[in-house]
């Protein structure tokens, strides 16, 4: 049985003093891997973000995607469509070198999954939620103002997924009103039967600045 396990997740959430503003965007997300003990799904997806100030330095982000995965076996066919909503609290802080910050982000995560198995005759379908939280911190590299270098190193604590969770990325505001990103993101989790998951995401993205 196909379990429930997944963070795509979704925003470029470091951000310099420049980009502490508010924002909304669009995310495309072009490869969306799933293992599981040895099974392994791929597929694509999308989603939507808003990054919203409450000071200077900090903010509260909200973000939902979807992605479908799914593969082709010998004798079944396995789909995993998942949404996921997180709302957080973040901000940014200086840390001596003009072009270096840090970064933190708490956030609410609820997941909601639909999965399908289908053999010769039969067909399996079922839906799991998990729902937790999550904790994120690390650095933001400016070489200039118009581009953000970006690493975090995270832990997830939901239902039934405990690990850690690994993000870089690129982000470059082309203008004041619009911004473009890249980013990887890595879940390392284990359930609490011992089950070993590991999610990977590429994500691409666009954002309006006001």
Known sequence: MLKKIT???????????????????LIYIPSA?????????????????????VSSNNYITVEYSATEQDEQFSNATVTADIEQIRVGFGGTFPIGNPQLSGVFQAEFISIDFDYEIIQPGFTETDNE??????????????????????????????????????????????????????????????????????????????????
């Open 129 to 210: 939620s998990e729902s937790g939280l999550g904790g994120h911190a690390g650095l933001i590299y400016s070489p200039n103002p118009q581009v953000d270098l970006y690493g975090q190193i995270g832990y997830l604590s939901l239902d039934e997924l405990d690990g850690p969770e690994f993000k870089v990325g690129v982000r470059i505001k082309t203008n004041e009103q619009f911004s473009v990103f890249a980013n990887y993101r890595a879940s390392r989790l284990e359930a609490d039967f011992d089950q070993d998951v590991d999610v990977n995401d590429i994500r691409l993205g666009a954002a309006i600045h006001f």
């Open 7 to 25: 963070i795509t997740a979704a925003l470029a959430l470091a951000s310099t003093a420049s980009f502490a503003d508010n924002k909304i965007g």
């Open 33 to 53: 891997e799933y293992e599981e003990d040895g099974l392994e799904l791929d597929g694509d997806g999308f989603g939507v973000l808003g990054q919203f100030s």
